[in-house]
């Protein structure tokens, strides 16, 4: 079951922020021992899109953490839609913080809104 459910347009840009708690329940501050990766799926067919498979986001490739906070901003490739249907994609951000690893997982709906002949 993702922890959030969001709606992106095909190849349309977007800015998506959650923040990193530990088991505990306290915010992730500090970037000392924190590792931080993302892989994006299609659903039916799992494939990775735009290349984000684990890929290390620790402010990199679009992704910045500061003060707890995670922000993505989603670039158009990583809303593609494969085909002509409507896709789910499952983007999962991996963490590693002080010992404790944890996931947040997004349920992306891509419906497809081209003009279809």
Do not use: C
């Not at 992106?8 to 931080?36: C, E, H």
């Not at 986001?57 to 158009?76: E, H, I, K, R």
């Not at 789910?88 to 947040?104: K, M, P, R, S």
């Amino acid at each position: 079951m993702a922890d959030s459910y969001i709606q992106a347009r095909d190849r349309v840009a977007g800015t998506y922020s959650f923040v990193i708690r530990n088991k505990a329940g306290t915010i992730v501050t500090a970037l000392t021992s924190l590792t931080l990766s993302l892989w994006i799926k299609g659903t039916p067919t799992p494939t990775y899109i735009n290349s984000r498979n684990k890929q290390n986001v620790l402010n990199l490739n679009n992704v910045t953490f500061a003060g707890g906070v995670v922000t993505w901003s989603m670039q158009p490739a990583d809303n593609a839609l494969a085909g002509d249907a409507d896709e789910i994609h499952l983007a999962l951000f991996e963490w590693v913080a002080t010992g404790e690893d944890d996931f947040h997982e997004i349920e992306i709906s891509v419906p497809n809104t081209r003009v279809r002949p």
